[in-house]
């Protein structure tokens, strides 16, 4: 059973101040709205509704953290997935927007216990200029990034690595980058992405 399995909810920020102090490894997941983000955290851990679709009301704003309980220590978590807030809702004020862009990007800089940035976009959409934006905050934290390209059920397979290729090639800024094709009712790229956040959280020494 992979660890991802456990996650549990764990707790909500609306500000940046309000997260706990940075402990174990936590994996951020960030993308636009309706990329299919609470569902890939969802298949990721094997559960139906830990995160909760942008379409929900109330919860999307907030910084939901998902522990990974460690089996060993009942009260310890091994890590943390982090569901950020999901950016370019069409129907939200300017300057709501430019709120999510000082959440995310702060997260980005500071966030000591960072491990490892998994980004949605949506394999028909490719990378937006807001997109485009969020990779400027990425870029300069050096952390690696594997690019989820969702809902590929929906296009046919050469469609589909024509369009890893495009992301791999606008997102080259960012050092260490891997992009994949993924779908959530599919399970496309699933046990890919699954090691590639799990080794993150607790890295596996390969003789
Ligand atoms: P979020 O706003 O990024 O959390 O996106 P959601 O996970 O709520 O997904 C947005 C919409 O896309 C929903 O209607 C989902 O059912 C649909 N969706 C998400 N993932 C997939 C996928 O892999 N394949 C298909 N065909 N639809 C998906």
Not at 39 to 61: D, E, H, M, Y
Not at 67 to 75: E, Q, R, S, T
Not at 162 to 174: G, S
Request: with cysteine; glycine share 8%.
């Amino acid at each position: 059973m992979s660890l991802l399995h456990r996650a549990s909810f764990f707790v909500s920020a609306a500000r940046l101040d309000q997260l706990p102090p940075p402990g174990a490894p936590e994996v951020c997941f960030v993308g636009r709205s309706n990329a299919g983000k609470s569902s890939a955290i969802n298949v990721l851990c094997n559960q139906k509704r830990l995160a909760f679709s942008s379409k929900t009301p109330g919860r999307t704003r907030l910084i939901n953290l998902f522990g990974l309980p460690d089996p060993l220590d009942p009260d310890g978590q091994l890590g943390f997935l982090v569901d950020l807030p999901g950016y370019g809702y069409a129907s939200v004020a300017h300057r709501e927007k430019e709120a999510w862009a000082d959440i995310l990007g702060g997260y980005l800089r500071d966030r000591a216990s960072l491990a490892g940035i998994v980004l949605l976009l949506d394999i028909r959409r490719g990378v937006t200029d807001l997109d485009r934006r969020l990779s400027g905050f990425i870029a300069p934290t050096g952390r690696p990034v594997l690019a989820l390209l969702t809902k590929a059920d929906k296009l046919p397979y050469g469609q589909r690595i024509r369009a890893v290729q495009a992301v791999r090639k606008e997102l080259a800024d960012i050092g260490q980058l891997n992009a994949i094709p993924f779908s959530s009712t599919d399970r496309i790229g699933l046990p890919e992405a699954t090691l590639a956040v799990e080794n993150w959280i607790s890295p596996q020494v390969v003789p």
